[in-house]
């Protein structure tokens, strides 16, 4: 496969064709933030934050799964792009529920550290009801806090492709949406064993280690 | 991209994971554990996947369900046209709210996805039957012959 060559916030970045805007960026020192994306994996698309500018197109593109193509222009911290990320980050902040909303100490939460780095305050949007699922401890590996949840999809894919178990996937829809193990129950020992991916991949607090008491 | 692995929701294994479960639904009425585990099965997957399937569709019920299911359009159209007068006007005639059964499990009350007519909204079904144009007053009747 031949290379393709395009302009990222000015920048003249050679690539190898077929890769993406993301790994054009990422691979010539330009940060774009992301939730869902596994790198090596096939993208999902789903968290919408890497979104950026491409000369030409109307409307603003995922760079996790928009293929970089000759001549390309580029554009990763416009104002549209910006505004455009904070109300992306201010939706997920309203589904992503519980303790860590006043936690002073949520520095592992990437989601919050991309709120602060945004300044997404408070977010606006009044829920009828509110996004709560108690926090499963039983299982002794994982702890599932999925009020934190922000379904990046991220925990089912690294099951799936990486640990190649398959335990979890996406259950309902809409505001409903779960990430479920068998029949939406809790994570059991013999479905899930001590391989922590899953942990290792959640942007946010919702899959952790147990808390020891 | 050959270097990539593929992601696809079960795969090869996934293919007429659909039709089944809604024949399950169709001799069963809903898809119990079992129903759902036997899928599985059958399929090569994992029971998370068939559920995620399952519990997506309004049309296939993963808990016990009436003898008729009323499914009553939520959308935007049906909303605009004054959907929540009809829910009012139903649970009115059979006395119970959106998500709840009938004691006699002769009614599932549910409030659903966009059912696709949205041209006759509010419009809602009534097991496999389309009832468009709806007010409350209309809903009294069309029970009636249930």
């Known amino acids: 496969m031949g290379n393709v ?48 500018e491409v000369q030409g197109s109307k409307t603003l593109v995922g760079s ?8 390309m222009l580029v554009f990763t911290r416009t104002p549209r792009v910006v505004a455009t990320r904070k109300v992306i ?53 994982v702890r ?24 979890l996937s996406i259950g309902y829809r809409g505001f409903r949406s779960k990430v479920v193990s068998g029949f939406d129950e809790e994570l059991t020992a013999e479905a899930c064993r001590d391989c922590l991916i899953c942990i290792e991949h959640c942007p946010t607090g919702a899959l952790g280690k147990p808390v020891k008491v | 991209m050959s270097d990539k692995k593929k992601t696809t929701a079960g795969g090869e294994s996934g293919a007429g994971l659909l039709s089944k479960l809604k024949s399950e639904v169709e001799r069963k009425n809903y898809l119990s554990r079992e129903t759902m585990a036997g899928v599985a099965g059958q399929s090569d997957l994992p029971l998370n996947s068939v559920y995620g399937v399952a519990s997506f569709y309004a049309y296939l019920p993963v808990f016990p369900v009436g003898k008729n299911v009323i499914k009553v359009c939520n959308c935007l159209p049906c909303e605009m046209k004054d959907v929540p007068a009809v829910v009012e006007g139903i649970s009115r005639e059979i006395g119970i709210g959106p998500g709840q059964t009938t004691p006699d499990g002769k ?3 549910e409030l659903v996805s966009c059912i696709g007519a949205c041209d006759q909204a509010p419009a ?12 409350a007053e209309k809903i009294a009747g069309i029970l009636k012959s249930y």
Not at chain 1, 32 to 48: M, W
Not at chain 1, 64 to 71: F, I, K, L, N, V
């Open chain 1, 64 to 71: 996790c799964h928009t293929p970089a193509s000759e001549g």
């Open chain 1, 89 to 141: 980050v201010e939706l997920m902040l309203t589904g992503h529920t519980g303790d860590c909303v006043n936690d002073p100490n949520a520095e592992n939460c990437k989601l919050h550290n991309l709120a602060s780095d945004y300044e997404v305050g408070a977010p606006r949007f009044n829920v009828k009801t509110p996004r709560f699922y108690p926090a499963e401890e039983s299982n002794p590996y």
């Open chain 2, 107 to 109: 009614f599932t009350l």
């Open chain 1, 5 to 52: 060559n395009i302009i990222i916030d000015g920048k003249k970045v050679r690539v190898r064709e077929g890769s993406t805007i993301l790994e054009a960026a990422e691979a010539n020192g330009i940060t774009i933030p992301t939730f869902c994306n596994i790198k090596g994996l096939l993208p999902t698309g789903v968290c919408r934050v890497c979104v950026v």
């Open chain 2, 124 to 135: 809602m079904m009534i097991n496999d039957k389309l009832y468009g144009d709806l007010t």
């Open chain 1, 144 to 167: 599932r806090d999925l009020s934190k949840c922000i379904l990046c999809r991220k925990c089912v894919k690294a099951c799936q492709d990486l640990a190649r178990k398959n335990v």
